[in-house]
């Protein structure tokens, strides 16, 4: 167990852990732990803009370091993800057109673009949050997105031969799925009540959707697709959030 979220916590952050003697077991049982891998980003980020406000930091300016310092803390592993996608699915070219693109280690004009307007839709939902909500805002949108990871690689194949995700969709099975979910669920749960329901049934819609739309192109996921998904969810949560909160029910 303690090997499995430690494996988590090396595959999502830039902790250098170097675990040794890896099995193929052990990978896709570390998919339980993805959302507790977000539980932990999430609360280093609460805990930075805790000090940023006693910093008497503008808002604005806090909302531009928490998200750079997200990048920093995951090694820009999901945002290489989301370049690579934009620029294959956005192409317009064939299935194998498509994922050489995604090998190509050189960013693509529409990647660029991806890149820069996510970052600062990033900058601009967490911004337009009420400053009481931005920490559990953070803590969500860090936990879900890591936990929407899960949902297609049980749900859908792999679009390539071999790869890092292939072992994960390999091992990955129904009880990893629902355990990894039943986390997630109770985080969003115990820090929104009712709403985190809500926020949780949107992401689960926004990534079985996404998902369908890129297995219909590539036949199936890669770890860019992975990794483009977990960066959009995390929009998706920060403006479901800023919904949710200006509503009274």
């Not at 294959?88 to 890149?115: F, P, W």
């Not at 600062?120 to 909500?133: D, E, G, N, P, R």
């Not at 969003?188 to 998902?211: E, M, N, R, S």
Request: net charge positive; hydrophobic share 55%.
């Amino acid at each position: 167990m303690i090997k499995s979220f430690l494996l988590a916590l090396q595959f999502l952050t830039v902790i250098p852990l170097r675990i040794k003697n890896v099995d193929d077991k052990s990978v896709a049982h570390s998919l339980i732990y993805f959302p507790l891998v977000g539980l932990f980003l999430g609360l280093l980020l609460a805990g930075m803009y805790k000090l940023l406000l006693f910093l008497n930091f503008p808002p604005f300016a806090s909302s531009m370091i928490l998200v750079v310092t997200l990048i920093i803390l995951t090694g820009g592993l999901h945002l290489d993800g989301l370049s690579d996608t934009a620029d294959a699915l956005l192409s317009r070219k064939g299935r194998e057109q498509m994922l050489e693109i995604m090998r190509d280690s050189h960013a693509g004009v529409m990647g660029v673009l991806t890149i820069i307007s996510v970052l600062l839709l990033k900058i601009a939902f967490l911004y337009s949050i009420a400053t009481q909500f931005r920490p559990v805002a953070l803590v969500s949108a860090c936990v879900l997105s890591r936990w929407a990871l899960v949902l297609p690689i049980y749900l859908f194949p792999y679009a390539r031969a071999e790869g890092k995700a292939k072992a994960y969709i390999q091992g990955v099975n129904l009880k990893i799925l629902l355990l990894s979910t039943g986390l997630a669920l109770a985080c969003a749960l115990f820090l929104w009540q009712l709403k985190g329901l809500y926020i949780f049934v949107i992401v689960v819609a926004f990534t079985y959707l996404a998902g369908k739309f890129i297995n219909k192109k590539l036949s199936g996921i890669t770890g860019d697709t992975l990794g483009a998904l977990c960066e959009l969810n995390e929009l998706v949560v920060l403006l479901t959030v800023f919904i949710l909160t200006g509503l009274t029910f």
